[in-house]
């Protein structure tokens, strides 16, 4: 889409990714004494079987079930850019259908967004009157979920918690100065996404 203003989308992974996507997990349930040592100790001792011998009515058979595991990969997709066009009567037009997605086996979520201005541009707060701002200013406002982003490029974007193999979609918006010179997908801002495990306390 062509527009006044491109928001380009920087993906930040804070969390581990050196396993492979959805890795197989093995679960063995094996006998006390499977892995060696002599009968009767019970930390490995096997008997004929190849397993624990229980010789007495009521005795227990203690049986360690033992994972095996692979580091889960973190694998999510943000977008490739937030666009924003913007008419020559001042309409603003933005993306109805962008979002996060998670392929990874498990939820994460997003830790916090910021916003930078690139390229001269620099961020105003979102309850500027920009009918009054000077003609060809590079100053823009956003907003992330009916949420403003401050002029130090903070906001609360409600985004949240995205579980393993499913997605979140979020709106956003933006007021840019009038322009005397057309521009066409120009970057104005870099959108930071963290993105952590949502992981157990």
């Known amino acids: ?14 969390g581990p990714s050196e396993a492979a996507f959805k890795p197989a ?11 060696g040592g002599g009968s ?9 079987g190849g397993g624990q011998t229980v010789s007495e009515s009521g005795s227990n058979g203690i049986v360690p079930v033992k994972l095996t595991q692979a580091a889960t990969r ?6 490739m ?22 392929d990874s086996f ?19 707060t979102y309850g ?11 100053q823009f406002a956003f907003s992330i979920n009916g949420n403003a982003v401050s002029a130090a490029g903070a906001v609360n974007d409600g985004i949240g918690v995205i579980y393993g193999g499913a997605s979140k979609g979020f709106t956003y918006d933006a007021k840019v100065a009038a ?17 952590g495990w949502y992981a157990a306390a």
């Open 81 to 102: 850019s937030l666009p924003v066009t913007m008419d020559a009567a001042g309409n603003i037009t933005v993306s109805n259908n962008v979002g996060i997605y998670n």
């Open 128 to 138: 500027t009157d920009f009918a009054k701002l000077h003609v060809g200013a590079k």
């Open 179 to 195: 322009q005397n010179i057309a521009v066409d997908e120009l970057k104005i801002a870099d959108a930071v996404f963290v993105v």
């Open 40 to 48: 009767g100790d019970p930390d490995g001792g096997q008997t004929g």
């Open 106 to 124: 498990g939820p994460v979520e997003i830790v916090s967004t910021t916003l930078t201005g690139a390229n001269g541009w620099s961020l105003v």
């Open 1 to 14: 889409m062509n527009s006044d203003g491109d928001v380009n989308v920087t993906f930040e992974n804070n």
């Open 25 to 35: 997990m093995s679960l063995r349930a094996t006998l006390l004494g499977e892995e």
């Open 74 to 79: 973190m694998d999510v997709t943000v977008p």
